[in-house]
């Protein structure tokens, strides 16, 4: 602002640790009078779980439904939140963890990945290496395969072979992931795997607290589907910070911002996590409102 005069970094959802796609979000910048951040897990009871922690949990679940002859369904963000559980599904199966089966991608995943993979120079180290210099992309592994038509999609819903669909919208509020879980709610075999935040307010949400059926629009009529597929949430894929690492982006930010400004939580998070910040840095922090305003100068 001011031809450099007045900067503002503004985060979005920020993830200061090493991901099994990226390395640590950056927080070194030539001027930062102002700083944005995010919220979404900085209440006081909330805890975050670890990679390996939401590895396992995936692991589990994918081989107790393979073992009852069911098939796994998980909501993805077609950027970002798909490319990790692929990556662990990709290492999952070569290390023996889980048995070799199709994984199905509907959606933009496969476009969304193909941009990640045209550009491993942005990756964190272990997969730039793996494909720049071995030359084994795990994205291109012959387990993934694209799905392009209705006709493809439910051949898929409909095939008794144990299988792994990832399908968008990561909330469930509409996309292909819905014709998944129409043809599958029922059937108690079959298990529906949340990987990503579910906002308060989504069918997603609704369905993770426990809805035993849900009405849903099919073709202009009101159906009602009972929820008999087993539903579980494998913690730890989540996009962002923990209270602990939202701190310690702060804490180690250079060069230290005079006021802090935050956003995007819920129920109370944002007031909660700017009373932390002014108590823990003795910084000028401040919870936005709707449509609030604030002067910077």
Excluded: C
């Amino acid at each position: 602002i001011g031809d450099g005069l007045y900067n503002v970094v503004l985060s979005g959802d920020v993830k200061f640790e090493k991901t099994w796609l990226f390395n640590p979000a950056n927080n070194k910048f030539p001027r930062a009078e102002t700083f944005m951040t995010e919220s979404t897990y900085g209440g006081r009871d909330d805890y975050s779980f670890t990679r390996e922690e939401a590895t396992q949990t995936l692991i589990d679940v994918i081989n107790r439904t393979r073992d009852r002859g069911g098939s796994v369904l998980i909501p993805v963000f077609a950027v970002g939140r798909s490319q990790e559980v692929m990556i662990v599904l990709e290492d999952a199966m070569r290390s023996g963890k889980i048995p070799q089966m199709d994984v199905y991608l509907d959606g933009m995943i496969m476009e969304a990945t193909a941009i990640h993979a045209a550009y491993p120079e942005y990756l964190n180290k272990e997969l730039r290496e793996a494909i720049m210099v071995r030359k084994e992309n795990p994205f291109l592994s012959p387990i993934f395969r694209k799905v392009e038509t209705k006709e493809q999609r439910e051949d898929i819903a409909e095939n008794p072979e144990s299988k792994i669909v990832l399908a968008t919208s990561g909330m469930m509020n509409g996309g292909p992931v819905m014709e998944y879980f129409k043809a599958w709610s029922s059937n108690p075999k079959h298990t529906l795997v949340f990987v990503g935040y579910q906002a308060d307010g989504t069918l997603g949400k609704k369905i993770q607290s426990g809805a035993s059926e849900v009405t849903l629009s099919d073709e202009g009529r009101n159906v009602t589907y009972p929820i008999k597929m087993d539903v579980e949430t494998a913690e730890g894929f989540s996009g962002h910070s923990t209270k602990k690492q939202l701190l310690a982006y702060i804490a180690t930010m250079q060069p230290k911002p005079k006021r802090i400004l935050v956003n995007h939580g819920d129920n109370g998070k944002t007031a909660e996590f700017a009373r932390l910040v002014r108590q823990r840095f003795n910084i000028e922090a401040y919870a936005l409102k709707n449509l609030e305003t604030i002067r910077l100068l």
